[in-house]
């Protein structure tokens, strides 16, 4: 009786650990297969167009698809804690090195940068066009109480105004200061709407320019440099993401090719992003330093 049971149990450990072999080859080898990348980023990369220009010739080389959200940083970055989404590329360094550092990324990779402008009305209320600093034109907007439309979306560009804000010692409230709550395009749409001013990145308003009566108010300032990074979600934290995917992706974006892609895309004449890899993801070579 006992070598019955014994043979019973052992054929019973036998089809479990066939079963688990199997289950756990299926599983990795879905994850070989999956040719879905998921991309959490900014509205500005989307609303400049760019994405759309670039991406399709990444499926083309790699057989990938890149399902894009656009949002804010803030949110691309929560997606990424969360483990929604495989990647993430975004505008905000100071809260990218804390995504990394806390150990929801990889790396940070450069990938490109623009700049921030202020925008506003031609005839220019606030006399923001004479000031010496992006502060000093903040500062001028909230001293004339002219109206001023925030993203209020802790995206990258809500993040650099309110940064800027600081720098003027001023907290901005009353009838003069809305936050809208929206992505950058929408933004633009009620601030022409309402001949007012805001902050954005200089890719989304050569985008939206020709349906604005708005025109840029202030520029130049140092301090308005805009660079994007590209991270892979952490593969410790979430072992079932599209780690191949992602790695594709930065690989690809970083190379020689995708950075003179970007270099190359314009509006108007008007280049809308600067290329700054300067290395690629798995080579490590060095491709461009355009900073």
């Known amino acids: 009786m006992a070598n019955i049971f014994e043979t019973a149990a052992l054929r019973t450990t036998l089809l479990f650990l066939a079963t688990l072999f199997l289950f756990t080859n299926g599983i ?15 509205t500005s990369t989307v609303n400049s167009g760019l994405l759309d220009r670039i991406l399709p010739a990444y499926t083309d080389e790699t057989g990938y698809e890149v399902h894009v959200i656009a ?28 995504f ?35 502060a000093g034109a903040l500062a001028a907007i909230a001293g004339s109480k002219s ?13 650099k105004e309110k940064g800027l804000w600081e720098t003027a010692g001023i907290s901005p409230t009353g009838d003069w200061y809305r936050e809208a709550g929206q992505g950058m395009g929408k933004v633009l749409q009620m601030t022409n709407e309402l001949l007012a001013y805001t902050l954005t990145d200089r890719g989304t308003w050569l985008a939206y320019r020709d349906k604005s009566e708005l025109q840029i108010a202030f520029q130049g300032d140092e301090v308005l ?7 892979e979600v952490s593969a410790k934290l979430y072992p079932n993401l599209n780690h191949a995917g992602a790695k ?7 190379g020689l090719d995708a950075q003179q892609m970007i270099a190359s895309y ?24 355009a900073q």
């Open 147 to 159: 109206l001023f439309i925030s993203r209020g979306d802790d995206s990258g560009t809500h993040k």
């Open 71 to 98: 949002v804010g940083t803030g949110k691309a970055l929560r997606m990424g804690r969360d483990g929604d989404v495989d990647i993430v590329l975004v505008h905000a360094p100071a809260a990218e090195k804390a």
């Open 225 to 231: 440099h805009n660079p994007y990074g590209i991270i």
């Open 266 to 289: 314009r509006i108007h004449g008007e280049q809308l992003f600067t290329p700054s890899a300067t290395r690629t993801a798995t080579s490590g070579k060095a491709v461009l330093d």
């Open 100 to 134: 990394v550092s806390g150990g929801y990324g990889e790396q940070r990779y450069p990938v490109m940068y623009n700049d921030f402008v202020i925008v506003g009305p031609t005839d220019d209320p606030a006399g923001i066009r004479k000031k010496q600093s992006a």
């Open 248 to 254: 594709s992706l930065i690989d690809w974006i970083t």
């Open 28 to 42: 990795a080898a879905e994850r070989e297969n999956n040719k879905v990348v998921r991309l959490a980023t900014t």
